[in-house]
């Protein structure tokens, strides 16, 4: 009986996925712009990067390489330090921003390697910490980006934002969305556990 | 696009369905280009995200979420890295990845509507007699579905629709956050629920 009950919904299922008026496919495409990002996909992508750190954290868990080399001056440990500082500065900057306040400082970009200097300060001062608890940094910044998207205003999700990054000569400030922000950082997070996973596959 | 006529349209219609390690290895060696590739995948499984989001949340909401589930995978497969074991005639690496997706837009979707006042209304399916009217209207569910839709929990009724859809028990308890053991117990208590209701209505 229970064989005849799964046979049956099965081809039900089957028919009900093939009942269906599937979009055309141009839709997809000219939404797919992070700038054009929905609140849900945003915090959908954001709780997805939660899940990939949490996979990084229980392979460490067993291989205990947070010592591995993955750039020539950044170990594991140093990259997930990396994530934390970035998801707690974006978290920082979007509260700032909430508040009505303005910044005292600036992240400047250079054309190769980005903010090195920032990023360096970064890891140093994080230099005293388990790599447990860089991992706990992560999650908890992350998950309250998430709460930030979910909780602010339309005008404010939908608004473009200045904030304290600069790129080019002579600097110019960035000017974005909170949607394209949080895609972007998303894609941050997953462009170091590409090259963790590099790295490992090197070994 | 890619200019060749042979997959323009995004027509399954007009498309030879491969299976996806097929589409992936195909992409890998450059026989399909990643625009002809995602076309491939997007005629794959459109029709299945679209039943697994209208069976989930309604067909008015399916619709914006189904655009946000793609749009995310969109972004990720211009950043998709092939791996060897992806080839396998099993690996199905994109269905997992879109069943994930679905599960965090959903949970976003719920968490974001928690927050706010009530959906604005024309964002909210119309009553119907079994309550799950539009879903069935154009997403036809069979008698034994329909009946499993209504009679399951959301945890049993999301474990059910994925392994309908042949996802494997390992992807389906990571997404879930449960142990492979709880998609099999799930199941098996949806089958058997399904097996004591119809017992019953047949007398």
Known sequence: MADDIQVRLSAEWGAAVASGRTPEIAGVRAAAAPELASRAAAVAELEETRLLVAGLRESLETRRDEQRL??????????VGHLASWARETRCEIETLGRGQTFDYTIHFEREGGPRAWNQREIDARVGRSVWQLFDEFDAETSRLAELAVSLSEDEFQGRMELPRTSGEPPSPWRLGLAPLLVQTCWHVRYHLTAIERARSRA | ??????????????????????????????????????????????????????????????????????????????E??????????????????????????LQAHQRIVSKRAAPPLDAVDAPAVNGHGAVTAQIQLGQCLDAARRHCTDEEWAVLTAKLSDLPAGDIARTLHITEAAVDHRFRRAIARMRAILERSHG
Do not use: K, N
């Open chain 2, 80 to 105: 998709w890295e092939h791996r060897p074991d992806f080839e396998g005639s099993d690996a199905r690496p994109v269905l997992s990845f879109l069943f994930r997706t679905c599960h965090l837009v």
């Open chain 2, 1 to 78: 696009m890619s200019g060749s006529s042979a997959f323009s349209g995004g027509s399954s219609a007009r498309t030879e369905r491969l299976p996806e390690s097929s589409v992936l290895g195909a992409a890998a060696r450059g026989e399909l280009s990643p625009d002809e590739a995602f076309e491939r995948l997007y005629d794959e499984y459109a029709p299945l995200v679209r039943t697994w989001l209208a069976a989930r949340i309604g067909t008015a909401q399916a619709e914006d979420l189904f655009q946000d589930v793609w749009t995310i995978f969109y972004r990720r497969w211009r």
């Open chain 1, 70 to 79: 993955v750039t020539r001056q950044w170990t594991i440990r140093d990259v």
